[in-house]
T-cell receptor, first 115, second 109 residues
Framework: DTEVTQTPKHLVMGMTNKKSLKCEQH?????MYWYKQKAKKPPELMFV???????INESVPSRFSPECPNSSLLNLHLHALQPEDSALYLC??????????????FGNGTRLTVT | AQRVTQPEKLLSVFKGAPVELKCNYS??????LFWYVQYSRQRLQLLLR??SRESIKGFTADLNKGETSFHLKKPFAQEEDSAMYYC???????????FGTGTRLKVLA
């Protein structure tokens, strides 16, 4: 399996809802990422997990809460979002390959709409 | 601060013409640089990386440290090359992939 799988593909939620985005990979990669992509913009890094530990948090608001239950899974818990949080949320993974960073493998993303 | 600049939002070329997608970076150390591509309705995927020095789908990219550039080139564009192309930089020892704003390449028949 050489893919990163994200569910759901689409999500519509109200500002008072709690929902979760899920990401899974079975390539043995030990780094996993959440990116946010607005229309016609590049992906923006949100979080990085390395060996299941949070390595980078790019000053993301606390209404986004990441979780890495094991080396294959990555979740993003959402609570009290704002309409401006509507975007495509991308998950990615990469090997932890020593001195050089290995390339990112992206999922297809979850299209989130906050109403 | 680290930055990646892709000056062209849109680049249109005719089939068979040469293509050059520009990427300039700002980073004081030794960067790792990548080109990613997103074809219509497909996920973002790696095209090539500077340490590999390989040609993928006819594309090459050379790191020019003097000009801080990593331009993507192809001698003869094909219609199937039409896609969104992102240049990305990773500062050494980090996981912080920094993407440029992207260039949409349209290859006209």
């Amino acid at each position: 399996d050489t893919e990163v799988t994200q569910t759901p593909k689409h999500l519509v939620m109200g500002m008072t809802n709690k929902k979760s985005l899920k990401c899974e990979q079975h390539m043995g990669h030990r780094a996993m990422y959440w990116y946010k992509q607005k229309a016609k913009k590049p992906p923006e890094l949100m979080f990085v997990y390395s060996y299941e530990k949070l390595s980078i948090n790019e000053s993301v608001p606390s209404r986004f809460s990441p979780e890495c239950p094991n080396s294959s899974l990555l979740n993003l818990h959402l609570h009290a979002l704002q309409p401006e949080d509507s975007a495509l949320y991308l998950c990615a993974s990469s090997q932890n390959s020593g001195s050089y960073n290995s390339p990112l493998h992206f999922g297809n993303g979850t299209r989130l709409t906050v109403t | 601060a680290q930055r990646v600049t892709q000056p062209e939002k849109l680049l249109s070329v005719f089939k068979g013409a040469p293509v050059e997608l520009k990427c300039n970076y700002s980073y004081s150390g030794s960067p790792e640089l990548f080109w990613y591509v997103q074809y219509s309705r497909q996920r973002l995927q790696l095209l090539l990386r500077h340490i590999s020095r390989e040609s993928i789908k006819g594309f090459t990219a050379d790191l020019n440290k003097g000009e801080t550039s990593f331009h993507l080139k192809k001698p003869f564009a094909q219609e199937e090359d039409s896609a969104m192309y992102y240049c990305a930089l990773v500062p050494s020892g980090t996981y912080k992939y920094i993407f440029g704003t992207g260039t949409r390449l349209k290859v006209l028949a």
